[in-house]
């Protein structure tokens, strides 16, 4: 065998590895850029609660300026509010749903003090 077959036949061999890295690495990176995305678009919305806006129209801002699959939930008990924004992503990689849920679900939540 040559040696220019033998490096054909290794980068075949190796070339679906160097693939499937390639990819995990793209959808942690968007994991984390959309849970970034997340938390600014979570510091938008405690503005517009301390701004006294109504919750349909936070919601309807949610959906228009952000994502369209942005969901709201605010919780109030005693004296705070609980916000919990959550969305989801789809994994590029073929297999890593078997490791992480597809679509895989984003979530951040605060809780405002009320005085």
Do not use: W
Not at 29 to 34: H, L, Q
Not at 45 to 72: H, Q
Request: hydrophobic residues 45%; aromatic residues 8%.
């Amino acid at each position: 065998m040559s040696n220019k077959g033998q490096a054909l036949l290794e980068f075949i061999l190796i070339l679906p590895v160097f693939l499937m890295l390639f990819i995990g690495i793209i959808d942690f990176g968007r994991i984390i850029y959309e849970k970034n995305k997340l938390e600014n678009v979570m510091g938008d919305v405690i503005d517009m609660i301390n701004l006294n806006y109504p919750i349909s129209e936070i919601d309807t801002e949610l959906k228009t300026n952000y994502n369209k699959n942005i969901n709201l939930k605010i919780n109030t008990n005693n004296n705070k509010k609980t916000i919990k924004l959550n969305t989801d992503i789809d994994l590029y990689m073929l297999g890593l749903d078997l490791v992480l849920p597809d679509p895989f679900p984003i979530k951040t939540s605060r809780v405002i003090h009320n005085e």
